[in-house]
């Protein structure tokens, strides 16, 4: 019985289950990452039993996917630390932007085409910090090595560095949160200052007070309902609140002594406050935005 539809299979008695779920496997044209119970009378039949010891002519088949993990894409690629940044699903595609790989990745789950579009891109580490998809449907991705704010349009698959140049080594680490202005804002590993994106103007501004230090903030923000962004300070001394409304910027709470504080991303939960797991911190983080 499968389904509600009845098929006959002719078995010599002492085939075993096993052959008996084989054989009604390629009747079905079932595919090998489909799993397949026996079951007789509501209670699941051993492989390894014989056909001859069932309690009864009529079994029915229970289907079931397993997980399937495999490679996709024709082409091979080479070297290491490819692509490090959280890519983003945008128009029935996967982009991510490269680290030491020369162009932006796309992943078509419906086709499983794998393609690099755009134009070469020549620096190391390029970007690290995850994209973020904007209103006007487009990504943006801050730059760590590279000098200059990458835009990806996934409908028309147009990839363009928008911005002022910006130098320095990994300046942007941390995933970048999408406000409810519309801007995106990113903290700064070792740039001086937080990064805003204007989607509608395509404007790459700075903005605040300069921060001092290396690997100030890797871990992505989180927006607080308060409409006020979080960042967990990384080797920085004090969490970062960005207030869009007001393009401020300020260090809140009490210094924290170490270094790789905190790298994992935060969560909002029901209560209003934002956590986020210690990397090298002794404690876990939380923040009350409403103080």
């Known amino acids: 019985l499968l389904s509600g539809k009845h098929f006959d299979l002719e078995l010599d008695p002492r085939s075993t289950c096993s052959q008996l779920l084989s054989q009604a496997a390629a009747h079905l044209g079932l595919s090998e990452n489909t799993k397949v119970t026996l079951t007789c009378e509501g209670f699941a039949i051993p492989e390894e039993s014989l056909v001859h010891e069932l309690p009864c002519l009529t079994v029915t088949l229970i289907l079931s996917r397993c997980a399937v993990v495999e490679c996709i894409g024709t082409r091979t690629m080479h070297g290491s630390n490819l692509y ?11 982009f991510f932007a490269p680290c030491s790989a020369g162009k932006v990745l ?16 020549v620096s190391p580490y390029k970007f690290l910090a995850a994209g973020v998809l904007a209103s006007n449907g487009k990504i943006y991705f801050a730059p760590s090595y590279s000098t200059r ?11 363009s560095e928008i911005g002022p140049k910006m130098h320095g080594p990994a300046k942007y680490e941390a995933g970048g949160v999408l406000a409810p202005d519309g801007k995106i804002y990113f903290a700064p590993a070792s740039a001086g200052r937080v990064l805003c994106i204007d989607p509608e103007t395509q404007a790459v501004d700075e903005i605040g007070h300069a921060l001092n230090g290396h690997s100030k903030y890797l871990s992505r923000g989180v927006l607080a309902p308060t409409g006020m962004i979080y960042f967990a300070p990384c080797c920085a001394d004090r969490v970062l609140r960005i207030d869009p409304a007001r393009h401020e910027v300020a260090e809140i709470g009490e210094p924290m002594d170490g270094m790789n504080k905190y790298l994992a991303a935060g969560v909002l939960a029901l209560d209003g406050k934002l956590y986020f797991a210690p990397c090298a911190a002794a404690r876990v983080l939380s923040i009350d935005p409403a103080m």
């Open 84 to 94: 490090i940044a959280d890519g983003v699903f945008a128009d029935g595609s996967i």
């Open 106 to 121: 796309c992943v078509r789950p419906d086709t499983q085409v794998v393609e690099e579009i755009g134009p070469e891109m």
């Open 149 to 159: 704010v990458l835009c990806i349009d996934p409908q028309t698959r147009v990839v």
